[in-house]
């Protein structure tokens, strides 16, 4: 992990590395921020600059041996402690060495991660993930070690406030006096939750929310957000750049709902069954959650329908390509067909839960779609 690779947290970076040029290397350091900070990805480039054989002024130089396999997070003489649980690879003694491949995998992927996509990703389902007596024996013998290749040994304990009290109490006196040259990194989000003892122990280094406009930068820049959209969702995120990644993958989902939808409406409408086929191709290709969330979609754009359709045009909350596809539509949703169209919709849904076929489902729905959509509506006399 490189320092020009954070977003933002300048005044950070900068105390960070004129410490280690100082040669004033706290042995354990505390890197308090909220969620979406990057407080984990500042102590991984930190970890990466004092281990560096060669750095430069401002960063790790990434060429050398060190660097090499920082970037792998393979580093023989950097080791990690996280929250862990037993899961069905791991049914006894879960400790953080036997997640050492799913823990690389999930950092490099997003070295913002948070605690629930990390439990997600190892598959905990609905237990908590935990700190316990067991890793800190596992922390004293890695400890213990010789460095094998930095003159540094570091320790990145991620998210110390699930450490359970025994575990705490046991390492009280390696954070006090550590082996020379080990150098814990501990990375939390709430202090109060970490006992006392622990924080005493520790130098803070304090990671503020990120800003709204380091945000936008981060989201043009890595992300191909227009400026407009990543000004929104940073200050919808308000500070946490997790939350804006999940915003945006939200919009994009619901772009993709609607172009899908509409597009399948008017083939329904035209009776282009050919064409029916190919929008089936697709969407039998999009997942099971992505399937049900479709159908969720298209359920709510028909009770807007009725809305519109029956008066109420002013409790409809849609803007843009949706509320203009929903004035147009809604004349085609009526008493006549509008409780089949729903019920098919809910029942498709449901055989998706089941796991029906999603290409046979959604021709199927289609077939039908077109059927009820040629139904006129009665005119009062």
């Excluded at 799913?102 to 948070?114: F, H, T």
């Excluded at 007596?133 to 003159?151: D, H, Q, V, Y």
């Excluded at 520790?202 to 227009?226: C, D, Y």
């Excluded at 969720?296 to 807007?304: A, D, N, T």
């Amino acid at each position: 992990m490189f320092f020009r690779d954070i977003i933002g947290q300048n005044a950070v970076k900068k105390r960070l590395i004129q410490a280690v040029k100082d040669e004033r290397i706290p042995h354990a350091q505390l890197y308090l921020g909220p969620e979406g900070s990057g407080n984990l990805a500042l102590a991984l480039a930190y970890a990466q600059y004092l281990c560096c054989e060669t750095p430069m002024e401002d960063d790790s130089c990434g060429t050398c041996r060190s660097c090499i396999k920082f970037a792998k997070l393979v580093h023989p003489d950097m080791h990690f402690v996280f929250p862990v649980n037993t899961t069905k690879s791991v049914n006894k003694h879960p400790v953080s060495a036997k997640f050492l491949p799913e823990w690389r995998e999930a950092l490099l992927e997003n070295p913002y991660l948070n605690l629930f996509q990390w439990l997600e990703h190892i598959g905990i389902e609905n237990k908590q993930g935990n700190i316990g007596t067991e890793e800190s024996g596992e922390i004293l013998r890695a400890i213990s070690l010789k460095s094998f290749e930095s003159p540094y040994k570091v320790m990145i304990i991620w998210r110390p406030e699930r450490m359970n009290l025994a575990a705490a109490n046991k390492l009280l006196k390696i954070l006090e006096e550590p082996p020379e040259k080990t150098v814990f990194l501990l990375v939390a989000e709430d202090h109060e939750q970490i006992i006392p003892t622990i924080l005493s122990r520790t130098q803070l280094v304090k990671v503020p929310r990120l800003s709204a406009g380091e945000i936008t930068n981060a989201l043009v820049e890595k992300w191909g957000q227009s400026h407009a959209a990543a000004s929104s969702h940073a200050h919808m995120a308000d500070g946490n750049y997790l939350e804006a990644l999940r915003l945006i993958r939200e919009s994009e989902e619901e772009n993709f709902n609607r172009d899908m939808f509409i597009g399948w409406m008017r083939l329904c409408y035209m009776k282009d069954v050919l064409k029916a086929q190919e929008w089936t191709e697709k969407m039998g290709g999009i997942g099971r959650e992505r399937q049900k969330n479709f159908l969720q979609y298209g359920l709510h754009l028909l009770r807007e329908c009725l809305m519109v359709n029956y008066g109420t045009d002013a409790l409809v909350r849609l803007e843009g390509p949706e509320r203009g596809f929903v004035q147009k539509f809604s004349p085609f949703v009526h008493e006549n067909n509008s409780l089949q169209l729903i019920s098919n919709l809910e029942e498709a849904h449901a055989h998706i839960e089941r796991n029906a076929n999603p290409r046979i489902l959604f021709l199927d729905l289609s077939l039908r779609t077109i059927k009820l959509l040629r139904i006129k509506r009665q005119v009062s006399a």
